[in-house]
């Protein structure tokens, strides 16, 4: 789902993208000095391997999310710390933005409930 920066204005523009069993629902909102503001929530089940055992598990997430996405370059006005996406076409790619946020969670550390349970009662016997 691609929008274009142009029509987010002050009232929020609420989105909802699926895929698979994951699902990113939320609205943008016109902030100031051509920053919008992104507020979602990625709530479902994805594939995720073990870092233990390499075996893939269901891993169930549910995540709020908030950034700022700029239209153009952004440049930093004052020193306060804002995380930021830049937009150089004056669109906005939800469905990649969904996926780039599930890579993130995807390159925590995981462990599956088997591994999990191993680990737990091998550091009690110590």
């Known amino acids: 789902m691609k929008i274009s920066l142009i029509k987010v204005g002050k009232?929020?523009?609420?989105?909802?993208?699926t895929?698979?069993?994951?699902?990113?629902?939320g609205?943008?909102?016109?902030?100031?000095?051509?920053l919008i503001l992104l507020k979602a929530r990625l709530n479902g089940v994805?594939?995720?391997?073990?870092?233990?055992c390499a075996d893939e598990f269901k891993l169930e997430v549910?995540?709020?999310?908030?950034?700022?996405?700029?239209?153009?370059?952004?440049?930093?006005?004052?020193?306060t710390l804002?995380?930021?996406?830049?937009?150089?076409?004056?669109?906005?790619?939800?469905?990649e933005l969904m996926n780039s946020e599930i890579e993130l969670i995807k390159s925590?550390?995981?462990?599956?409930e088997n591994c999990k349970t191993n680990n737990a009662s091998y550091e009690e016997t110590f």
């Open 46 to 52: 994805i594939d995720v391997d073990c870092d233990v």
């Open 27 to 34: 609205f943008l909102q016109y902030d100031a000095n051509k």
């Open 62 to 79: 549910d995540e709020d999310i908030e950034f700022f996405i700029s239209d153009g370059i952004y440049t930093k006005n004052e020193e």
């Open 108 to 112: 925590d550390y995981k462990s599956c």
């Open 19 to 25: 895929s698979d069993e994951i699902t990113f629902k």
């Open 82 to 95: 804002l995380d930021v996406v830049e937009s150089l076409s004056s669109t906005l790619d939800l469905k």
């Open 11 to 17: 009232t929020p523009l609420d989105f909802e993208v």
